[in-house]
């Protein structure tokens, strides 16, 4: 019973005016920091986002294949993975996984992201 409440609530919240709209703004928003704040720190980084659904991808372009992507800095992601783990913030554990944006990932949260994944940023130059 509480999965299909839930499941129900989820499939009436999704069907609201704008919200796809607004969930798309938000990842827009979040990826748009990300890399505002790799590029202000110096470090070769790019991300990409559909709706809710986003990659980081530490090389200087999107990747569009498989080569481009196995050429991408996997041990940087690692490094950030952590640095981000360890401020509280939980990101896919692995290069190769997607994140998502939700609907509770409000102004405040996608902005302490960016904050916090700046002085990530920051870190990964001090340890090279």
């Known amino acids: ?41 110096g470090v070769s980084f790019c991300a990409d986002a559909v709706g809710g659904m986003f990659g ?4 200087g372009q999107l990747p569009t294949n498989y080569a481009q992507m196995m050429a991408c800095d996997k041990e940087r992601f690692n490094k950030f993975f952590h640095l981000m783990l360890d401020a509280g913030v939980y990101l896919a554990p692995s290069a190769f996984e997607a994140g998502f944006v939700s ?7 996608i902005d302490e992201t ?12 001090e340890k090279i």
Do not use: N
């Not at 839930?6 to 709209?21: N, P, V």
């Open 56 to 59: 980081l991808y530490f090389t």
């Open 103 to 109: 609907a509770m990932h409000g102004d405040a949260v």
């Open 114 to 125: 960016v904050a916090t994944a700046k002085q990530a940023f920051a870190k990964l130059i």
């Open 1 to 41: 019973p509480v999965a299909v409440a839930a499941g129900m609530t989820t499939l009436k919240i999704i069907q609201r005016s704008g919200f796809y709209e607004s969930l798309t703004t938000q990842t827009r928003k979040l990826i748009d920091g990300l890399s505002k704040a790799a590029s202000e720190a």
